[in-house]
């Protein structure tokens, strides 16, 4: 990040503020449709330590966040029988903006515009450092795990499958 470059102030970032979690943003060239493939080369990070903010939703439209490694897909069966529900299927991106109040590719699990359940990759959790979007597309925030885990309170699960 160059010294003219200041981090943006994000919803993201004021809920990381007001809870005093300790982070450091990091900004980079965002590409359409690049995901964490772009922004684990352009900060020179391990893809599976970048965690995407993937909005879904339940057969019955409920919607809810998956805190997923970049390098893991999620299987929504594994996370539907997890949950109890039939179906699990990701948002359309307007629907995504709409319930996140953040624009795809900028979606941070951090001050949502409406409350929903959150639930995490267990192997995220032991991770030594993650970088998670800081609620702007091409602005990550590198923090501390247990630090999501504290602020965020979410369900833990284990569907991480291999990209295809």
Known sequence: MGKEEKPPVTAATRELAK???AYTPHLYAYEEKGGTAVSSR???VDEHCVIKT????TETKAPLVVLMHGDRDV???NLARALGVKTISSCKPKIA???SGYQVGGTSP????RAMPIHLERSVAALERIY???GKRGFLVALAP???????KPTLVDVAIEKS
Do not use: A, C, P, Q
Not at 146 to 152: I, N
């Open 54 to 57: 993937l909005v879904m939703e």
């Open 97 to 99: 903006d709409k319930h």
């Open 110 to 113: 951090f001050g949502l515009r």
């Open 19 to 21: 809870h005093g979690v």
């Open 42 to 44: 352009e900060l020179g």
């Open 75 to 77: 299987s929504t069966k």
């Open 132 to 134: 998670i979007n800081g």
């Open 146 to 152: 247990s630090e999501l885990v504290r602020v965020l």
